[in-house]
């Protein structure tokens, strides 16, 4: 692992995302393998590039007519 990795907690990511998703979902996200997360011990950690790319590829997109 990288030493210029950022790496962020639940927690982080829920403050980021405004307090607008329920950290449990952040879990299940994880649990689910939708964000990719490591666990050293028992706090999970995302690395910001995975979660930008998370976010990316969550976002919907205009149907085309």
């Known amino acids: ?17 405004g307090k607008l998703v329920p950290m449990e979902t952040i ?3 994880i649990r689910t393998g939708k964000l ?3 666990r050293p011990g028992k706090t999970y950690l995302v690395k ?6 998370f976010m990316r590829d969550s976002q919907t997109k205009p149907d085309e007519e």
């Open 48 to 53: 910001r590039e995975d979660f930008d790319k």
């Open 36 to 38: 990719k997360a490591y």
């Open 1 to 17: 692992m990288a030493g210029n990795t950022e790496w962020l907690s639940v927690e982080m990511i829920y403050e980021e995302l």
């Open 27 to 29: 879990r299940s996200w």
